[in-house]
């Protein structure tokens, strides 16, 4: 996986070199595009039933608003020298130690109400 990651994140940075695009993302800008992305990912789901499964058309279209934030994502995380997955494990201990199994089973509760 991580090969393919990083191969993904040569090609992305090799994108943007061709079309000197860096001058336009900076990290602020970086981070309000993964926003607006998610935003237009959240859209597909707005109207939507509780449970309802996408069609395959709203499935490419969601692949497409997935793709964007991963897409921003990585840069930001390139730019700024962070290693996305070695981000992604550390979060998910963190996470690990705030949600215990025990406590956070079957609740949707914050972390700091786990106890109540």
């Known amino acids: 996986m991580k090969s393919s990651l990083e191969s993904l994140i040569r090609d992305l940075i090799k994108f943007r070199r061709e079309r ?3 001058q336009f993302h900076t990290p602020k800008n970086l981070a309000v595009s993964i926003a607006v992305e998610a ?5 597909l789901f707005q109207w939507q039933k509780v449970n ?4 395959a058309k709203e499935r490419k279209a969601i692949a497409r608003e997935v793709a964007d934030v991963l897409i921003y994502t990585l840069l930001l995380a390139h730019d700024l020298g962070i290693d996305p997955l070695l981000a992604a494990s550390d979060k998910l201990r963190e996470n690990a130690g705030k949600y215990p199994v025990e406590k956070s089973r079957g609740s949707a509760r914050k972390y700091d109400e786990l106890d109540r």
């Open 52 to 55: 309802t499964k996408p069609s």
């Open 39 to 43: 935003g237009e990912l959240l859209e």
């Open 20 to 22: 000197d695009w860096e």
